[in-house]
């Protein structure tokens, strides 16, 4: 039977070739055939000689909610300088923090916090693995000495970045950010666009300009604290900042803005996030005691669906308060006051006034996932818990309305950044795409599939909005590619843009 099978295979071998019109010969050329030689690296148009990079915390490489040395190290202007240094890039220097372990303080006290890191099942604080960190990098004790070829301030809004003083420590904390605070050397009251230019740059990159005048609104569920920024004065900002910086002969790149609304801090907790298991026999009494008589109240002036009875064997939608919402604190304080009485009906009023359902349209927060389910100080039991027997507040949840409010706010940003760079002749980066991309079908980086999910989808890190460090290098990628179509450079078809395998998705809980 083996004598057989093998005449078998060689048989099948052999008509195979036959079919190819191979010879041996010929399969032994193809495979001692070496590919054609990659062009040499040009630059093209552009000069790589003095690369500033401007922006925000995507600039600086922020990632797992902090910044760090390894993340510093992996942020897309310095992945992007160090192909530059290739064909005569010059040094990149970058205000590196004191260490691993991220966070900010100030004369000795933490302004912010250390780093996020993967604790099983997904993002925890640092120091519940680690223990307690000392937080070296200190905005009063040890800020660095410039000039800095990477100015990404997390945090900077549009119009921050050509503000004098933004980076005066005796402004801090009312007028000035600690990122700021540690870029401007002997120069307090210089801006950071200001910085930029007194280096003449070469080459620069502008980044998520505009990014945090639509995430501030975004990450505080649109309750009003953060507003968007005005279309006209973002304008102003910006025409200010690209004038400033093409007046030096300097061409450039500029990234446009994504849908923010597609990271994973607004897509990961669920908008039906209450189990039944959890609630136990709660649920038959909350159906009895509020959530039976609201249904009533709310059908009886024409909203049938505003809220429904818990199920006892699906998902349950979480309990918001939507400031959209059809106030019926009035009709609630009404109904309820022949029973419960005026004091405890008016408290209920107020209460669920504005309170609804969530639907699938609504975007729950990341931040909502330790908030749902917890105790509210204040309304007695069984009305105070979040999400399910108390509404959860406006900062948690964005509805459509805000959705769209951040939706129409980018779509003009995008608008006059794209005029922008038409009219500078600078390249424009469309990173809107990428993300869309990657939060539909997932997008293919070398030989991964990145997409959005927290934790294991590898393009966003642990805050569930800054990039992990191989979300960087795509980004980096991304601006190479678009540098070689405006200025003729050809970083890509000489082989010279990173690789994904060479950037990691998350850091070590021991990285120090």
């Known amino acids: 039977m083996k004598t057989y099978k093998y005449i078998l295979l060689s048989a099948l071998a052999f008509s195979f070739m036959a079919c190819e019109n191979d010879t041996l010969e010929d399969l032994r050329d193809k495979i001692n055939t070496t590919p054609d030689p990659l062009p040499e690296l040009t630059a093209g148009s552009a000069d790589f000689s003095n690369f500033v990079a401007v922006g925000a915390s995507f600039t600086a490489g922020f990632t797992d909610n902090a910044l760090f040395i390894a993340s510093q190290e992996n942020s897309f202007p310095n992945i992007i300088a160090n192909q530059f240094a290739n064909i005569g890039g010059g040094t990149f220097t970058q205000p590196l923090m004191s260490d691993n372990f991220g966070g900010l303080a100030a004369g000795g006290n933490r302004i912010t916090q250390p780093r996020l890191v993967f604790g099983g099942s ?11 960190v000392t937080v070296g990098t200190d905005i009063v004790l040890n800020n660095p000495t410039g000039p800095f070829n990477n100015l990404g301030i997390p945090g900077a809004k549009s119009f921050h970045l050509v503000a004098p003083g933004y980076g005066n420590l005796s402004n801090f904390p009312a007028a000035a950010n600690p990122y700021a605070v540690r870029v401007t050397g002997n120069a307090p009251n210089a801006s950071i666009v200001e910085l930029a230019v007194a280096q003449s740059p070469t080459f620069f990159t502008l980044s998520e ?9 975004a990450t505080t569920g649109g309750d009003g604290s953060n507003p968007i920024t005005p279309t006209a004065t973002f ?5 200010a900042t690209v004038g400033a ?5 300097a061409k450039g790149a500029i990234g446009n803005l994504p849908n923010i609304t597609s990271l994973s801090f607004f897509t990961t907790v669920p908008h039906n996030a209450i189990s039944p298991a959890a609630l136990g026999a709660q649920l038959a009494v909350l159906n009895a005691q509020l959530y039976g008589p609201l249904d009533n109240i709310f059908t009886a002036f024409g909203e049938p669906d505003r809220i429904n009875l818990l199920s006892a064997t699906a998902a349950n939608p979480v309990l918001i308060n939507d400031e959209n919402a059809a106030d019926r604190s009035a009709q609630i304080t009404g109904a309820l006051t022949p029973v419960l009485g005026a004091p405890t009906a008016t408290a209920f009023g107020a209460i669920f006034g504005k309170a609804r359902q969530a639907t699938a349209d609504d975007l729950i927060l990341l931040t909502a996932a330790s908030a749902i389910g917890s105790a509210v100080t204040g309304p007695p039991a069984p009305v105070n818990i979040n999400g399910v027997s108390f509404p959860l507040p406006d900062n948690f949840v964005l509805t459509p309305e805000e959705q769209m409010e951040i939706a129409t706010a980018t779509e003009a940003y995008n608008a006059s950044l794209s005029s922008a760079a038409s009219t500078n002749n600078l390249a424009l980066v469309d990173l809107n795409s990428i993300l869309v991309e990657a939060s539909s079908t997932g997008i293919t980086f070398d030989d991964y599939v990145l997409n959005t999910d927290l934790v294991f989808g590898g393009l966003i890190s642990l805050d569930g909005v800054h990039p992990t460090a191989r979300g960087y290098a795509l ?7 678009a540098i070689d179509a405006t200025y003729g450079s050809n970083f890509e078809a000489s082989g010279n843009l990173p690789k994904a395998g060479d950037y990691p998705t998350n850091f070590s809980p021991t990285l120090q």
């Open 475 to 481: 980004m980096a990628s991304s601006f190479l590619k």
């Open 245 to 249: 910086l093409a007046a030096t002969g």
């Open 209 to 217: 300009f505009g990014g945090n005048d639509v995430l501030g609104y």
């Open 235 to 239: 304008d102003a900002a910006l025409n």
């Open 122 to 132: 997904g993002p925890v604080p640092l120091e519940t693995l680690i223990g307690p």
